[in-house]
T-cell receptor, first 114, second 115 residues
Framework: DAKTTQPNSMESNEEEPVHLPCNHS???????IHWYRQLPSQGPEYVIH???SNVNNRMASLAIAEDRKSSTLILHRATLRDAAVYYC???????????????FGTGTLLAVQP | GAGVSQSPSNKVTEKGKDVELRCDPI?????LYWYRQSLGQGLEFLIY????????KSGLPSDRFSAERTGGSVSTLTIQRTQQEDSAVYLC?????????????FGNGTRLTVT
């Protein structure tokens, strides 16, 4: 499975934008880039996913490099509630029907200062 | 609507006892996953169900671990003869399908402590 690399931790100030980077230099053409986050004492929650084009939803934006070897999750205005561990995960669209589990790395711990 | 429900939320057991952890997925979700998360660690995949069958059991750490799913709905993870290293948060997730386009919906987990 293709791996991702993320910084262990980042800090942000409340109401400022946050850019969370992810490197995935061995990504294959059929891998989608998914982001999940895990708030303290909760299970992970889905944030966003994309293949090639930049994606936006109510939670965040996903900017994908042209060569797809890196991506950036953008939180436009961080709030205290955004303090969490953010996971960048590759998920193959051709899973062969057997399984398509998510393989979690250690993620980026985002701290948001008031 | 109702999310993924796990019970109990906390379980303390003595070493050597058996435990059962329950997961109620979102209604209609055919894919169900079990993960565990040890203190300060990332999530470790255990087993995947599609309907009632488990085509991927590759993450079960030993034969003391087993899981079943009945009626394409509720799943139970059983740990026999628990050991202290089994202490962790056990997370269940469900998804409408195993497609790359179907996000996983996680419960809040069962925190298992083996004394």
């Amino acid at each position: 499975d293709a791996k991702t690399t993320q910084p262990n931790s980042m800090e942000s100030n409340e109401e400022e934008p946050v850019h969370l980077p992810c490197n995935h230099s061995t990504i294959s053409g059929t891998d989608y880039i998914h982001w999940y986050r895990q708030l303290p004492s909760q299970g992970p929650e889905y944030v966003i996913h994309g293949l090639t084009s930049n994606v936006n939803n109510r939670m965040a934006s996903l900017a994908i490099a042209e060569d797809r070897k890196s991506s950036t999750l953008i939180l436009h205005r961080a709030t205290l509630r955004d303090a969490a561990v953010y996971y960048c995960i590759l998920r193959d669209m051709n899973y062969g029907g057997a399984t398509n589990k998510l393989i979690f790395g250690t993620g980026t711990l985002l701290a948001v200062q008031p | 609507g109702a999310g993924v429900s796990q019970s109990p939320s906390n379980k303390v057991t003595e070493k050597g006892k058996d435990v059962e952890l329950r997961c109620d997925p979102i209604s209609g979700h055919t894919a169900l996953y079990w993960y565990r998360q040890s203190l300060g660690q990332g999530l470790e995949f255990l087993i995947y169900f599609q309907g009632n069958s488990a085509p991927d059991k590759s993450g079960l750490p030993s034969d003391r671990f087993s899981a079943e799913r009945t009626g394409g709905s509720v799943s139970t993870l059983t740990i026999q003869r628990t050991q202290q290293e089994d202490s962790a948060v056990y997370l269940c997730a469900s998804s409408p399908s195993p497609s790359y386009n179907s996000p996983l919906h996680f419960g809040n987990g069962t925190r298992l402590t083996v004394t």
